[in-house]
């Protein structure tokens, strides 16, 4: 409970130096608030060293990724386009622009391209420091 009564006390302390004008201008618009992946699993968080690497992707119309998994939380913005998820068992979510996707952990999955156009992605990897996030099926 802290440390929203934090955040919300710096965002007033940010704010105080504005004027009314700015205020009114100023829009948070909430994303998404889960405690859950994409299919269901409890967040868990690294416990070793922990490092946040930040990319973004374009996949072209039509393109599909090679089958993977994630052995650390993953999350990604849809920033333009679409892409349509398969899980092993056949469980299919399709995402798009203004979507945010918190990845399946230690599950075998593909995305493609599923849209007309470029598919942007900001994506968040937590990981354990100089590991990778993403294990490709053989």
Known sequence: M?????????CLACLGSATAEDVATIKVMP???TTKTAIGQPLV???R???VVVTTMEIAPGARLARHMHPFARYA?????????EYEGGQRQTFR?????VEAIGAWHFGTN???VTLRLLVIDQVEAGKSNTILAN
């Open 49 to 51: 060293n922990p490092q």
């Open 45 to 47: 968080l690294p416990t």
């Open 77 to 85: 913005y849809v920033l333009q386009g679409e892409v349509t998820v």
């Open 114 to 116: 599923t849209g007309a």
């Open 97 to 101: 622009a203004g979507d945010f996707i």
């Open 2 to 10: 802290k440390r929203p009564i934090a955040a919300l006390l710096l």
């Open 31 to 33: 994303v998404l608030t």
